[in-house]
């Protein structure tokens, strides 16, 4: 993070779009001074600041509708029992957007 707000100009902002493990790096450590200076911004966000309870409704007529295409963005199809061979090609580099179909 820190590195971001290093590389972004000035009067830049620097989005927050994704978590890491928490063990990991349990804290984030800016200089404040340095951010004031440059009028740097540190925004977070999380599912792009949507509004679950309108925007997805939204999003599953676009689809039902086929305005929204999104069976062209899956790479694999797993049923359940296969979910563990799902988690070991996304690891593998094999599956970046399998989906688990469920019997109907």
């Not at 804290?27 to 600041?49: E, P, S, W």
Request: neutral net charge; contains cysteine.
């Amino acid at each position: 993070m820190a590195q971001a707000v290093d590389a972004v100009s000035k009067a830049g902002t620097v989005v927050l779009t994704g978590m890491s493990d928490p063990t990991e790096v349990p804290t984030i450590q800016l200089n404040g001074t340095f951010m004031a200076v440059y009028a740097k911004r540190l925004l977070t966000t999380l599912y792009g600041h949507c509004n679950p309870h309108v925007d997805i409704p939204k999003l599953a007529k676009l689809y039902r509708d086929g305005q929204l295409k999104l069976d062209e963005l899956i790479t694999a199809r797993y049923e359940l029992a296969d979910v563990n061979k799902g988690y070991r090609d996304l690891l593998a580099g094999a599956n970046l957007r399998g989906i688990i179909e469920f019997e109907h």
